[in-house]
């Protein structure tokens, strides 16, 4: 058999074993989906969750390393949990809803409680205040208060409770004879504040939190307005119903408090402690 | 499950506001990109050799471009020169300038397979410059590149996906802010697959519709 | 940009090769397989697979690829994000690959096949050495240029969460507010990796003319 013949016959062998070795490594990736109890984690030895993928100071990625608030709790759990824990970290619009179907056992990341999330999830102990207020570019005297917020263009992060809360935006524009502009969505909260400082938008409404640090990064290029909606608090958050998973979540993290490490935390990224938050916190 | 396509039909208003906006950016930009690439192919195919080669490089340099990187140039990088327009211009504008460098390039292609007897008899009886593109060069290559035409119109309709990135308000943007909103992942993108789909088989029924008169014409 | 910043538009350089590379690897054969069940009629499965490929085909790879990720998990399904991201791929790549096939395999003439069929051949034998090898010569310039087109759909794979070239440009650019220099990076990276399918294409081309001719 002349040596061309082999040669070929030798590299379509090898291909095809490497067509089979990724065609089993891809499929080897998928698994059952369901939000797994506390008892099924510990059986199969490991817990799946999912964080945001660039949302400052919560939850980012630094030079190749996930970091942030929620990343470091999430590492003192790592060390006392007794199984491995997966972190998966994904854009925000597809995070909840993975909770709820199963992708995911718990979303370890900056979630706003809100009155319609609590219909599908079941939300743990706060790890943050969470009060909406918006941003507008340093150099724009138009905007000086919330009435004159009316007509103009906002951008949130498409999926975000910051969208929700906009209709309480807009009551308090339309009790003082105004009205919402329109809406711009973005994937994520980089972008929009990208797009702020370009001039597309006009403001941006997000936590009191995010938005201190932006102004901190970005010097001189920002300014912070006024709260835009109620109170509300941050907190992680399992599929509704997940009991086991959340009483064990609820337990880690009242330790945290009890211990100061939590409130250190908050220190270090947040900028500052909340030590009045409440145990749980439901929306009603 | 089934409850979920209910929900989906309950929020039909806002899946369709997206559909109505792909199938104006697609048919747009489909429109415009066949004139701006007929305009291409006619310098592609110019005896001035700057002009075809400035534009092979131009038409060549687009192709290698993935579409949504193009996008994200024009919608974030363009306001660095001074150029800002909302997300929705933003879209059109890439779809067509992209879209243009595909057209010019299958168009030159039906030039090129045109008889030369044609063409010939063509400069013959004094048609010129662009008279001799419209009238005589570009209706046969048009008809003879109906199929491959319909193929980059569909591709446009799928390209018109990635604008949800920059948040044009497109189908797979509805989708997404739908089942985010919902908690209803497979409803709501299975129906924009299938809405995606409608679309598509209804270009190929056009197409279809279009050869067969190009046909009777020949 | 940092020096870091480099460092992840190489990453994600990485990145986006191997991934197309995995999708035009997986993608081939099984287009293949598909076009080979439409060419022989199979009764039930061919026109299970005409309407699949036609689906296929006018998917938009975000979409598909938001549907492979988040919502196949509501029917049991749960994949990572790089499998999510070969897989969407493959998907769509094989459907333009499986007309593409079927594209040779229907132009094929017949004769040689009959000749083959009255010599006594078998069925396998027939379709290795007389079928395949001519198909695959004349299918390779749309195949190559699939796979252009591929390496150009695979930044959808982005909103999955994976950091391709188009994903780490955009994240440099958010975070410095100077979107250019990311962006012209990425495309000269994008524009190499191009052009590298177009030579291989312009290697085959050649290499067939100079076949034809022997």
Redesign the interface.
């Known amino acids: 058999m002349s040596t061309i013949v082999q040669t070929r016959r030798f590299i379509l062998r090898g291909a095809g074993i490497a067509v089979a070795a990724l065609a089993t490594g891809t499929l080897g990736g998928i698994r059952a989906a369901s939000a797994a109890t506390l008892d099924e984690i510990k059986k199969r030895g490991y817990m799946v969750v999912a964080t945001e993928d660039d949302y400052r100071p919560f939850e980012f990625v630094q030079d190749g390393k996930p970091t942030g608030y929620d990343t470091e709790l999430l590492g003192i759990l790592r060390k006392q949990a007794s199984f491995e824990i997966k972190q998966e970290i994904i854009p925000w619009t597809g995070l909840l809803p993975g909770v709820d179907t199963g992708k995911y056992d718990a979303a370890v990341t900056a979630a706003l409680i809100t009155k319609e999330r609590q219909q599908f999830l079941d939300f743990c102990s706060p790890v943050s205040d969470a009060t909406v207020y918006y941003v507008k570019r340093a150099n724009d005297d138009s905007i000086k208060s919330i009435k004159d917020l009316s007509g103009k263009t906002v951008g949130v992060q498409a999926g975000s409770a910051m969208l929700q809360a906009l209709p309480q935006l807009q009551a308090m524009l339309e009790k003082e004879g105004g009205k919402l502009g329109s809406v711009v969505q973005y994937v994520s909260y980089p972008e929009a504040c990208q797009d702020l400082a370009i001039g597309r938008t006009d403001y941006v409404t997000n936590t009191v939190i995010n938005l201190q640090l932006l102004i901190k990064e970005k010097p001189g290029v920002f300014a912070l307005g006024q709260p835009v909606a109620a109170k509300t608090y941050i907190a992680w958050a399992v599929k509704k119903g997940n009991t086991s998973l959340l009483e064990f979540l609820n337990g880690f993290l009242a330790a945290e408090r009890k211990n100061g490490e939590m409130y250190a935390l908050q220190k270090k990224w947040l900028g500052q402690s909340f030590e009045d938050m409440p145990e749980t916190w439901t929306i009603t | 499950?089934i409850e979920?396509f209910g929900i989906v039909w309950h929020a039909r208003d806002l899946l369709l506001e997206g559909l109505l906006n792909t199938f104006w950016l697609s048919a747009l930009s489909a429109a415009v990109s066949l004139v701006a690439g007929a305009m291409l192919a006619a310098a592609l195919m110019a005896r001035n050799q700057l002009l075809s080669r400035a534009t092979g490089v131009l038409v060549d340099?687009m192709?290698?471009?993935?579409?949504?990187?193009f996008a994200?140039?024009v919608y974030?990088?363009l306001?660095?020169l001074g150029l800002?327009w909302?997300?929705w211009t933003c879209g059109l504008v890439a779809l067509i300038v992209y879209n243009s460098a595909y057209m010019a390039e299958l168009l030159r292609g039906a030039w090129r397979g045109l008889p030369a007897e044609m063409l010939e008899a063509g400069h013959a009886f004094g048609f010129h410059g662009a008279g001799f593109v419209r009238r005589i060069v570009l209706p046969p290559a048009i008809f003879a590149a109906i199929p491959m035409l319909g193929n980059q119109v569909?591709q446009i309709?799928?390209?018109?996906?990635?604008l949800?990135?920059i948040?044009v308000?497109e189908?797979?943007?509805a989708?997404?802010?739908l089942?985010?909103?919902y908690?209803?992942?497979?409803a709501?993108?299975?129906s924009?697959?299938l809405l995606?789909?409608v679309?598509?088989?209804g270009v190929e029924r056009l197409v279809g519709l279009v050869g067969a008169r190009a046909e009777l014409r020949r | 940009m940092t020096e870091y910043d480099w460092i992840s538009l190489l990453q994600g350089a990485l990145v986006t090769v191997s991934l197309s590379l995995a999708g035009i690897a997986l993608g081939l054969p099984l287009g293949l397989g598909l076009a080979l069940i439409r060419w022989a009629q199979v009764p039930v499965a061919s026109p299970v697979v005409a309407t699949l490929v036609s689906l296929l085909r006018a998917a938009a790879a975000v979409t598909l690829g938001l549907l492979v990720f988040f919502a196949l998990p509501t029917i049991g399904l749960s994949i990572d994000p790089i499998p999510a991201a070969i897989v969407t791929l493959t998907l769509s790549t094989c459907a333009f690959n499986a007309e593409i096939w079927r594209g040779a395999l229907v132009d094929f003439s017949r004769e040689q096949y009959d000749a083959a069929l009255s010599v006594g051949m078998p069925k396998l034998l027939r379709f290795r050495l007389i079928v395949l090898p001519q198909v695959v010569r004349a299918a390779m310039p749309a195949l190559v240029n699939e796979m252009t087109l591929l390496v150009k759909a695979s930044p959808a794979v982005a909103v999955l969460g994976v950091v391709d070239i188009t994903r780490a440009a955009v994240r440099i650019g958010a975070n410095t507010y100077r979107p250019l220099p990311p962006f012209l990076a990425a495309l000269v990276i994008y524009s190499l990796v191009v052009f590298m399918f177009v030579l291989a294409q312009r290697l085959v081309e050649s290499r067939r003319r100079r076949l034809a001719f022997a």
């Open positions: 499950m979920q340099s192709r290698c471009v993935p579409f949504l990187l994200y140039m974030y990088g306001p660095s800002r909302d997300s569909i309709i799928k390209d018109s996906a990635f949800t990135i948040t308000n189908l797979t943007h989708a997404t802010v089942q985010a909103k908690f209803m992942p497979f709501s993108f299975v924009a697959l995606y789909w679309l598509c088989v």
